[in-house]
């Protein structure tokens, strides 16, 4: 595998090598102490999740907060999103500012996503399956999200038409100035 830093020095490209032939493809998708080695720390995946959505579904921007905060390394199985992770670290270099990447089935590049990032994806094909390891349970009552086209934040979405948002993002998500930081 290939680890490629992207402008947020914490958020790395994982780049699979991929095997195929006339029965198709094999490649392995995660090694733990790959992945440790590559982001100068462990990280211990316990819970993975996976959703399918069609095509302008945005879900997103979620965190959790505190010491429920997830770090993930996200792919997509099928289809094609538009990956987004917003650093909310306030004493990072990068506070504020994001890293969005195409992740498809097609070049089968996955995003992992430290601690203190908040996450979200735009679904850019007629439907896509998105799957995810985390590495802290889901805590729901943690859980909160930040408005996908904050100004401050300044998101360049590929489409920005017939978006479809669950009702908690569209009505009551927060501004980046009221979302906690880490």
Same mark, same amino acid.
């Given at each position: ?17 991929? /095997? $195929? ?14 992945? @440790? ?11 993975? @999740? ?5 095509? $302008?579904?945005?879900? $997103?921007?979620?965190?959790?907060? +505190?010491? %429920?905060?997830? %770090? ?12 987004? %992770? ?29 601690? $203190? /990032?908040?996450? +979200? /994806? ?8 998105? %799957?995810?390891?985390?590495? @802290? ?16 934040? +300044? ?15 569209? @009505?009551?998500?927060?501004? /980046? ?6």
């Amino acid at each position: 595998m290939e680890y490629i830093p992207t402008e947020i020095a914490d958020v790395v490209i994982v780049e699979p090598k991929v /095997f $195929g032939d006339a029965r198709g493809y094999f490649m392995e998708t995660w090694r733990e102490e790959d992945l @440790n080695r590559a982001v100068g720390h462990d990280v211990h995946f316990v819970q993975d @999740n996976e959703s399918r959505s069609s095509r $302008g579904v945005l879900r $997103g921007l979620h965190y959790q907060r +505190g010491e %429920a905060s997830q %770090a993930k390394l996200v792919r997509v199985l099928d289809g094609e999103v538009y990956d987004v %992770a917003v650093d909310l670290r306030h004493d990072s270099k990068t506070f504020g500012q994001y890293v969005g990447v195409v992740l498809s089935g097609e070049n089968k590049r996955q995003l992992f996503i430290p601690r $203190g /990032f908040a996450h +979200g /994806f735009l679904v850019l094909s007629e439907t896509a399956t998105f %799957a995810y390891k985390v590495d @802290n349970r889901y805590a729901p009552e943690t859980e909160a999200s930040i408005r996908y086209d904050d100004p401050t934040i +300044g998101i360049k979405w590929p489409m920005t038409q017939g978006l479809l948002l669950s009702e908690k993002d569209q @009505n009551h998500a927060l501004s /980046f100035e009221e979302a906690e930081k880490f």
